[in-house]
């Protein structure tokens, strides 16, 4: 058991995490954000033995989507430090369901049918760099619009929505292969067997992906789903927010004013549900061994097994180390 090890960060493997909304007291939806910024929360992912991420945008206008992919990538040509850490975007939004609770802490006023030209213009600001996307197939047009984007080379996840069976058939037929914080992104009540959350846990085709905090899931939720899901079709993600790596407090994801209590849990101030994660990488690889029954390093192989989906290379860049401020 891995219960009680206390472990640093250096000592586990280099972690990638593939949903980042913020970290460090830095929210990456923010259209005034600085190199400063940006820098500070790389650097305390860095602290937390992070040293690759994909930087998630969630649900806006597209124009604004665009002008934050293009500042991102200003700002990664700018610093080394940072274009290290920023292996590429996943997208979550703004192609999701509006439906309350199935929206979870996304604006549901810029959700819409994805268009694939909408989809090129993000791509072009993201210097192609967009490399995950998390939709809702339930929208009309959604498996030509997967298809395309799943030849154009990248990944599409299904997450905040209530397919049914049909479309998650159409989905996977087109590509898409993963579901989104499974288990999340739904309302907190739902048909007791016939709910989006055991349909999509039944298709092993699709990878699911699950915030090993303890609070997305009850440790036996998370049980429940690993087990139930073919060997490796897992993957672990933080689902960060700035508030993770930070002290407790106020802080924002995109439009929204958010609050991590001194017990971790991240919530839009005022409101129920959760708005991201308070997690950090390094805590996630110790609350997978310890919810799971797993040794710290089978917890940490877990974890990198999204690196290796994603084609994720670890290694230390050396013209990078020496930059590291503690
Ligand atoms: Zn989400």
Redesign the pocket.
Known sequence: MANNQVVSASQLRPLFDFQVNGFGGVDFQRDDLTAERLRQAVDALRRHGTVRIFATL?TDEIERLCARLDRFERLCEADAVVHDMIAGYHL?GPWLSPEPGFR???PPGPMHAPLFDEFERLQAAARGRIRLV?LAPEWPGSDAFIRRVCSSGVHVSL??TDANDGQIDAAIAAGARFC??LG??TPLLLPRHNNVVQRLLARDELIACLIPDGLHLPPFVLRNFFRAKPDGNVLFTT?AMAGAGAPPGRYTLGELDAEVSSDGVARPVGGTGFAGSALTPDEGVRRVARYLSLTLEEAAAGWARSAEIFGINLTANPAILSHTSR
């Open positions: 969630i979550e979870g802490a996304h998390t997450g905040h989104t914080h999340n992104g689902d």
